[in-house]
């Protein structure tokens, strides 16, 4: 199959922007009483969105509607004020990002990242490439792995899914790809394991960001 371009997840496979939303989340818990969680555990929690990770970090017993809203408006708050503090590319990114675009590949970013935050995060932390979308969550458009959104960024890239490789670190991730026909690729530095980038889907994982470049190539 020749690939025509690449659709790039943003958290945990472009940037590494764990400790960041860690801390914001920990600071809403903190303030709402509840108990904190680990870092590492927050490599499971993010990825599915703020109300999905929300959902997750609260007390069972204390996830009602009136609770989630409040403690979704502290981390948003919390972040919107901290997120740059500790997130940056992951190693090796930018030297991926150099060569796809001396290959004059097309590439975009899909996030369940609110959608003004993936932008505000591309634009400051990334802001020597041209990506021919970035689209993050928003109110009218299901979160991945819904197809609506993957199916939006494909129209920007002008291609056949089929075409398009989807870089991304978790299952979620993985599963967003093949809903569409995209070429599933895990990236083994972000959030989550092999085992589960494999049972998701995934057609290649790759260690090293560079190594993209061989799914190109082969």
């Known amino acids: 199959m020749s690939y025509q371009s690449i659709l790039f997840d943003l958290d945990g496979t472009l940037l590494n922007t764990l400790e960041?939303?860690?801390?914001?989340?920990?600071?809403?818990?903190?303030?709402?009483?509840?108990?904190?969680?680990?870092?590492?555990?927050?490599?499971?929690?993010i990825g599915d969105g703020l109300e999905a990770l929300v959902r997750d970090v609260l007390p069972e017993d204390r996830c009602d509607a009136a609770m989630r809203g409040e403690c979704a408006a502290l981390i948003r708050k919390e972040y919107g004020q901290r997120w740059d503090r500790k997130t940056r590319p992951y190693e090796g990114v930018a030297e991926l990002l150099d060569a796809v675009t001396a290959r004059e590949i097309p590439m975009a970013i899909l996030s369940n990242?609110?959608?003004?935050?993936?932008?505000?995060?591309?634009a400051r932390l990334l802001p020597r490439w041209q990506f021919a979308a970035v689209i993050g969550a928003r109110p009218s458009v299901p979160k991945k792995p819904d197809p609506a959104g993957t199916l939006e960024i494909a129209k920007?890239?002008?291609?056949?899914?089929?075409?398009?490789?989807?870089?991304?670190d978790t299952g979620t991730d993985m599963k967003t790809a093949t809903a569409v026909g995209m070429f599933p690729v895990g990236a083994l530095w972000g959030f989550r394991a092999a085992d589960e980038l494999t049972a998701a889907g995934a057609e290649v994982l790759i260690s090293k960001p560079l190594e993209l470049l061989d799914v190109f190539d082969a």
């Open 113 to 122: 990242k609110p959608d003004d935050l993936a932008k505000l995060c591309v």
């Open 156 to 168: 920007h890239l002008r291609g056949d899914t089929a075409e398009i490789v989807y870089l991304g």
């Open 20 to 45: 960041d939303i860690a801390e914001s989340s920990n600071f809403a818990l903190r303030h709402l009483g509840f108990p904190e969680h680990s870092l590492e555990s927050y490599k499971y929690l």
